[in-house]
């Protein structure tokens, strides 16, 4: 009797102490995921709504946009996005539900849409005279280029407006090409400079290269700082700018062209002292260095108005689009007058290019971003953003990298940040549980695993908080 007792004793004790430990661990879980729990956020105020939409549904446009345009175009997210509004950093879909941009048209509205200084250059020009043709003088394109002039470094002053980057660079490979009465072009693995017959061959990208004929383009090894294989060694990468001259051409080369930081290629900053390095090999053979800023330029990286002046260098050619006209079709080329002097043997002309409208909207984009200290800004905000994005780091595994400069900034996303495999499918996820919070980012890199953050230069810290805290609950929910 005396021993069932006290085993009945012992077995409560037991089952007691098992009772306080499955409390206590319950306690400590239940703490644990208050702790975790992350609110909802919330988009900052904004003072603006738009009007009613009273168009096609997002159904209709996507049947219409399968039947009568092009199939190779594609779209993000699972459930399309309407847009319909746009009012600085913000857009609005159907509904009239606001997003933030953090994507700005790829890197292209810099000043904020439909920047009420940059409508009323345009209304104000298209009003008076929308197009006529270089042929006949008018001031609008003559004030913007000097304008545009007064804010590159060196000797370059001479302007040719087209329509968009790739034109831009078709124009400088080829006055490169003539200048020097080479043919050969250097260029960079995970490059994407333009989709015509000269820029895709200077991409290097096979997703954006069709199986046409691209003769004459040398790509060098890429100084990815992350995935490189010199790691943050510049002048060890631009050594093979010079293996390929020695070994891969007649030892002359047309040029050398290049992102400061690569945008498609997935917000790749190159390491630190390649520019210098690899310009002087170019240099040293006669050949033209053509710095590519039409993603990175008018001041997206904070600290620079040009992207290539973080390495120090001064290119010969400058090719600029995107932010150039706040998403009015524009684009140039800068280079010296001795350079330019190469297109007088013959006759080039391009209709559209230095248009009265387009050179007006780039016009005022210019002066609202000095107005507006929107460089500045780019670089305040921009660094509180990233120094964010770098803290969430520290908290997901799931990211491995955050880089970039300014505005213009990328996370990408492994599944093993040791193998550093590359998370396609968490990022598709991440970008469409993003959208539902009511944020709006881009993608991009060789995998497809890079989140583009380039929004709009007006952008506030208080936007930059909410991306953010979008990405942090978006992946505190996987």
Partial sequence: MQRFIT???LSSTNSLRSHRCFSQLAQKQTSSIHEND???????????????YTG????????????????SLFHFYSKPLNVVDGKMQYLFDENGRRYLDGFGGIATVCCGHSHPDVVDAVVKQVNRIQHSTVLYLNHVIADFAEALASKMPGNLKVVFFTNSGTEANELALMIARLYT?????????????????G????TAQSIWKFNVIQSGVHHALNPDPYRGVFGSDGEMYAKDVQ????????????????????GVGGIIEMAPDYLPT??????????????????VGFGRTGSHFWGFEAQGVVPDIVTMAKGIGNG????????????????TRRCYFNTFGGNPLCTAAGLAVLKVIEKENLQENALVVGSHLKKRLTELKDKYEIIGDVRGRGLMLGVELVTDRQRKTPAKAETLHIMDQMKDLGVLVGKGGFYGNVFRITPPLCFTKEDADFLVDAMDYSMSKM
């Fill in 243 to 262: 293996d390929i001259i020695d070994y891969g051409t007649s030892g002359h080369v047309a040029g050398f062209i290049s992102e400061a930081i690569q």
């Fill in 328 to 343: 009015i079709p524009l684009g140039a080329v800068v280079t010296t007058p001795e350079i330019a002097e190469v297109l």
């Fill in 199 to 202: 820029t895709m061959g200077a």
């Fill in 38 to 52: 992350i609110p909802v956020p919330k988009l900052p105020p904004f003072d603006y709504s738009p009007p009613p």
């Fill in 181 to 197: 009465g080479c043919q050969d072009i250097i260029s960079l693995r995970n490059a994407y400079h333009g989709n015509a017959a």
């Fill in 56 to 71: 096609p549904s997002s159904e209709q446009i996507l049947a219409k946009r399968k039947q009568y345009l092009s199939p």
């Fill in 278 to 295: 690899a310009y002087k090999s170019v240099k040293k053979v006669g050949g033209l260095c053509i710095a590519d800023e039409v993603q």
């Fill in 7 to 9: 085993k009945r004793v």
